[in-house]
């Protein structure tokens, strides 16, 4: 009687508000394909425009210029624009080369996680052979040992393996130094490295609850091309 | 405490100039911050030194904590001192993995063994550079404090710096314990000499500014821009000339600071070249000279001698090649062949 008839009412409520809920999302998909469909008219309409403009020569702006030189000009720029960013994205891969009278000036630049750190440069001759005129490489990473293995045979494996040291150098220097900044209170005193910095040895304390546990750790870094350590001992 | 650590601090400490021996005494850590309060920085050296002496006095300091404060002084006051460069060889190629206590371990042991009466300290600094202080004494004598030889290492390096005391024969030894220590085989003292220890690192590590060429856009140096005069009717001649003296000596010394060194010593050993008319040495032998340049900044004053006016560009290579050659002492001999060119030996 009222409980069945309370249930039906029910139920056609729930579908009126299925209904209601389809057509608001039809509405909505609607909407959005209208305004796609104008951002794409104006879209076209300005590409048109261009097409438009340079069939019937700028010297409909101007009056003065002549229709050929500025876009001569404007082609030129261009040119130089993207040249550039070619430039820098060979910058951005680590390692860039310029040629110069006598041979070619090689910059391996160096980053860790992302992060900018020195560049490196590498003056090189080339006849009547290969050859290291001047650089800036430190002096503690083993540039002759690398030369005498590749640099007459094959100057790719060179720059290869060089950029790999100076990258784990500089990774590894700067791992040292964010350590040092940034646990410097838990840290005693201060870390005791080398130049290459792939030797670290360090105390820190760990305080749980009341007590602190002292530790001592040796970080061994025994491949010069990575950054991470070979060898780990921590003592109590 | 001892006499002569006494007098030894109180010297040490008159040496400082007076503005500087709180924060020197503070490096030093030795004396406690209330002690320091209680000394009157602003009294005469004499008076100072005095009160510093009691104080370590009190704290009864020995010659090895003593010796400590004159490192912190020569750190800090290095170009008091002349420094030789030294090499050092090494034929293996292994990975080394320098480690410090390792290394000063077999120094002290290498030097005690032949002499016992020895002072030796070690101070680190932050850029990786050890500072070892050595002071000799003879089999008989205790060490002289007074005359120390210092030596500067920066790890896995070949290159040592020196700057020895009065007693060169201690030198040899000096040295032995220094390759036995760092892993090398032998050690030569380089051609290079200054008072400027942080130039002469400068030059072995190449930390000087060379002029590399390159695509990478650099922020550009101003220097070119020369400030238009508002005078327009003075007209630059030989604007052109100035420009290229300009763009050469860059090409050679860089854009930056130059290392700063004092002298440029050549030894010629050249013929002496004149009308054969005149006749001057009818025995054809060098004409042994000897040409020294002195300065208070030699390369910063050879790089403005040709926009001076006073030299032509580009100058010598003879001077130019100093930082690369990593030398100030040449012996120039006749080369022997079709050129009467000299050359620099090695």
């Known amino acids: 009687g009222v409980f069945a008839h309370l249930e039906t009412l029910e139920a056609q409520a729930h579908e009126a508000a299925m209904e209601e809920e389809e057509t608001e999302q039809q509405e909505e998909k609607m909407a959005r394909l209208k305004a796609r469909v104008r951002e794409l008219r104006l879209r076209r309409d300005k590409l048109q425009a261009k097409v438009d403009l340079r069939q019937k020569g700028l010297g409909k702006e101007g009056g003065m210029l002549d229709p050929a030189e500025p876009s001569a000009r404007a082609v030129l720029e261009w040119k130089i624009r993207s040249l550039k960013a070619m430039l820098q994205v060979f910058y951005l891969t680590g390692i860039s080369g310029k040629l110069t009278r006598r041979g070619v000036c090689f910059c391996l630049s160096t980053a860790y996680e992302g992060i900018y750190l020195d560049s490196y440069y590498l003056d090189l001759l080339t006849k009547p052979e290969v050859r290291i005129h001047r650089h800036s490489v430190p002096i503690f990473i083993p540039l002759e040992h690398i030369a005498k293995q590749y640099l007459q045979t094959d100057i790719r494996r060179f720059l290869a393996v060089l950029s790999d040291h100076l990258n784990a150098y500089t990774g590894r220097r700067y791992q040292a130094e964010q350590l040092q900044e940034h646990f410097s209170d838990q840290i005693e005193g201060t870390l005791q490295s080398n130049s290459l910095c792939n030797l670290l040895v360090f105390k820190y304390n760990v305080s749980s609850k009341s007590n602190t546990f002292p530790f001592s750790v040796r970080l061994l870094y025994s491949d010069l091309c990575c950054s991470l350590p070979t060898e780990v001992t921590v003592s109590c | 405490m001892d006499e002569t650590v006494a007098e030894y601090i109180r010297r040490t400490v008159l040496k400082i100039p007076r503005d500087e021996i709180k924060a020197m005494l ?321």
Request: glycine letters at 2%; proline letters at 6%.
């Open chain 2, 26 to 346: 503070q490096k030093w850590g030795f004396l406690s911050e209330s002690q320091l309060q209680t000394i009157n920085f602003h009294q005469i050296k004499e008076n100072i030194s005095q009160e510093v002496v009691q104080l370590c006095e009190e704290n009864s300091a020995d010659i090895k904590q003593a010796a400590v404060l004159d490192i912190i002084y020569n750190h800090i006051y290095p170009n008091k001192r002349v420094w030789s460069v030294y090499q050092m060889n090494k034929t293996a190629e292994e990975t080394e993995f320098f480690d410090l206590t390792d290394f000063k371990k077999k120094f002290k042991r290498r030097l005690r063994s032949a002499l016992k009466n020895i002072t030796i300290n070690f101070r680190e600094y932050e850029d990786n550079a050890i500072w070892i202080r050595i002071a000799w004494g003879t089999p008989y004598t205790k060490p002289n404090q007074y005359k120390t030889s210092y030596v500067v290492y920066h790890s896995q390096t070949p290159y040592v710096f020196i700057s020895a005391s009065v007693l060169k024969s201690n030198l040899p030894l000096l040295c032995q314990a220094l390759v036995l220590a760092s892993n090398y085989h032998d050690i030569r003292e380089m051609e290079l000499r200054s008072h400027s220890l942080n130039s002469l690192k400068d030059i072995v590590f190449k930390r000087y500014s060379q002029n590399f060429q390159t695509h990478y856009p650099r922020p550009l140096q101003e220097r070119n821009v020369a400030p238009e005069n508002a005078d327009l009717r003075i007209i630059q001649e030989n604007r052109s000339e100035k420009e290229r003296i300009q763009r050469v000596n860059r090409e050679v010394f860089g854009d930056g600071p130059q290392p700063k060194l004092e002298f440029a010593q050549y030894r010629l050993e050249t013929m002496f070249k004149s009308d054969p008319k005149m006749d001057v040495l009818d025995k054809k032998e060098p004409f042994r000279c000897l040409v020294k340049f002195s300065s208070p900044h030699l390369l910063e004053s050879l790089k403005s001698l040709a926009p001076a006016g006073m030299a032509d560009a580009p100058l010598s290579p003879l001077l130019t090649c100093i930082p690369q050659k990593a030398r100030n002492y040449f012996k120039i001999r006749e080369k022997k062949g079709v050129f009467p060119e000299s050359f620099v030996s090695p």
